[in-house]
């Protein structure tokens, strides 16, 4: 399994920005999928979830409504659509994927076998 995030840049504080995470190698439809993110000097913190069944969706307390997740199976792609940015949004952000249901928990990284490689969000004050 391969994933390539994308769509990172810089905003202006307010602005909005959306990533897409292109995944291959697999059904896509078949994984548990998350964005994580992590700031310079921070730990990965988890920032929004599908599970496995695509029904629900999580999200950190800090982006909920302002970020929303959603997958379009046929591309094999997720997105996350970022509003209201604000600058402690500011970190790299990536894109996970998870084949294990049994242990799987949307907001552990570990929790997550393949990860893209990160794509940088700048938001200016």
């Known amino acids: 399994v391969q994933l390539q995030a994308s769509g990172g840049g810089l905003v202006q504080a307010g602005g909005s920005l959306r990533l897409s995470c292109a995944a291959s190698g697999r059904t896509f439809s078949s994984y548990g999928m998350g964005w994580f993110r992590q700031a310079p000097g921070k730990n990965r913190e988890f920032v929004a979830a599908?599970?496995?069944?695509?029904?629900?969706?999580y999200y950190a307390d800090s982006v909920k409504g302002r970020f929303s997740i959603s997958r379009d199976n046929a591309k094999n792609t997720m997105y996350l659509q970022m509003s209201s940015l604000r600058p402690e949004d500011t970190a790299l952000y990536y894109c996970?994927?998870?084949?294990?249901?049994?242990?799987?928990?949307?907001?552990?990284?570990?929790?997550?076998?393949?990860w893209g490689q990160g794509t940088q969000v700048t938001v200016s004050s």
């Open positions: 996970a994927a998870s084949l294990d249901d049994t242990n799987w928990i949307a907001a552990i990284p570990s929790s997550y076998e393949y």
């Open positions: 599908f599970s496995w069944s695509g029904r629900s969706t």
